[in-house]
């Protein structure tokens, strides 16, 4: 079977590390992405820490993940996997 791959992108008029910053406060998500909040995050961004987010918050689809940080290139790439092992397992990259 293929996976399922959903792509989206978005220019944004700001220095690499000025985005960098915004990536890496895993804590103020919420602040610009409604559809994401974060519950647990580690206090330092690092490959193999790990997070607990919420996707879909406050409504039917609901859905609680525990993720792994899998990639990380200072100020380029940060990159998230986890899912509901045997049901979804999702792959984020910013």
């Known amino acids: 079977m293929t ?3 959903i792509t989206s992108q978005i220019q ?4 690499p590390q000025k985005i960098w910053e915004v990536l ?9 992405n409604s559809k994401l ?7 330092s961004i690092a490959r193999d820490s790990r997070a607990k987010l919420c996707a879909a918050s406050e409504t039917e689809s609901e859905r609680i ?6 990639a990380i290139e200072i ?13 979804f397992i999702g792959m984020h990259r910013f």
């Open 3 to 5: 996976p399922l791959s």
């Open 12 to 15: 944004i008029n700001a220095a």
């Open 24 to 32: 890496i406060n895993l804590a103020a998500y919420g602040d610009w």
């Open 37 to 43: 909040r974060v519950i647990e995050a580690p206090e």
């Open 65 to 70: 993940f525990d993720v792994e940080i899998t």
């Open 75 to 87: 100020p380029y790439l940060l990159e998230w996997q986890g899912g509901e092992p045997d049901i």
